[in-house]
């Protein structure tokens, strides 16, 4: 399909022809595929880093004074930085073996089954997702996660949600090794889910996969979510519409 060019409706009418672009080849018994990255594409982290912290504010009040200290003001989602180095120090935790002891004690956390949970699913990514599916396509999620320490949080937390998981029309396709670079990940299980069928649209929040993806599948439409990403990305390649949300406007006679 053609893709859609950044627009100013924020990918509206980009959105709305993947569906009917699923459905009209569902119709002619042609496999279609969807690619959904989790992290900052359907769900806001945010809210599993603040969760986080503040049981570690509570757990260890007596190692993180500053950490405690920030929680006694109001905090807000906004405090909190792809990066957790800027985001505590913008809850003015400063003294270096604070920082070092919540940071072994976050990433504990965060790359866990137990806290995804707290993750936020985007506005609209429930619904989104499930029309995609309903019209006919494989859905991919398709996440640096690892299947060691992520796997089954992810799983149960996609179910939680609403999202389909585990159904046919779905697929969940995290890495094997923790350690593995995202990018490369992203690059050679895209070879894989080349020969499934066509992928006809692809999600992201990292400009880096975004533009990777964008060019394995030239013929996808390719979104990007401006929600968080690492702060080194490149610039994001022509042609790919970025989006902020899911919602759909709901447009007359649609
Ligand atoms: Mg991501």
């Known amino acids: 399909m053609k893709r859609p060019a950044a627009r100013q409706d924020g990918?509206?009418?980009?959105?709305?022809?993947?569906?009917?672009?699923?459905?009209?080849?569902?119709?002619?018994?042609?496999?279609?595929?969807?690619?959904?990255?989790?992290?900052?594409t359907l769900f806001d982290n945010r809210t599993r880093t603040i969760f986080i912290l503040r049981e570690i504010s509570e757990k260890f009040s007596e190692k993180v004074p500053e950490l405690s200290a920030a929680f006694e003001r109001f905090l807000d989602l906004g405090a909190v930085d792809y990066s957790l180095e800027v985001t505590l120090k913008r809850l003015g935790?400063?003294?270096?073996?604070?920082?070092?002891?919540?940071?072994?004690?976050?990433?504990?956390?965060?790359?866990?089954?137990?806290?995804?949970?707290?993750?936020?699913p985007i506005l609209g990514a429930k619904a989104y997702v499930e029309s995609v599916h309903r019209a006919g396509a494989t859905v991919i999620y398709l996440t640096g996660r690892d299947v060691g320490r992520m796997l089954v949080g992810t799983t149960e937390v996609l179910r939680l949600y609403g999202f389909p998981v585990g159904v046919a029309g779905t697929m969940t396709i995290v890495k094997k090794e923790f350690e593995q670079d995202d990018g490369i990940f992203k690059k050679e299980v895209s070879e894989y889910i080349d020969r499934l069928g066509e992928v006809v649209a692809v999600f992201e929040n990292e400009p880096a996969n975004s533009n990777l993806l964008a060019a394995r599948f030239p013929r996808a439409a390719s979104f990007f979510v401006k929600t968080q990403h690492r702060p080194d990305?490149?610039?994001?390649?022509?042609?790919?519409?970025?989006i902020k949300d899911f919602r759909l406007k709901k447009t007359a006679g649609a």
């Open 93 to 120: 935790v400063k003294h270096p073996a604070e920082v070092s002891f919540i940071k072994q004690e976050w990433a504990r956390r965060f790359f866990s089954d137990e806290y995804q949970k707290y993750d936020m």
């Open 11 to 40: 990918g509206q009418a980009g959105l709305k022809a993947v569906i009917a672009a699923v459905a009209e080849r569902t119709a002619r018994k042609r496999s279609t595929l969807a690619i959904f990255d989790l992290d900052g």
């Open 233 to 242: 990305a490149p610039e994001l390649a022509a042609g790919i519409a970025v």
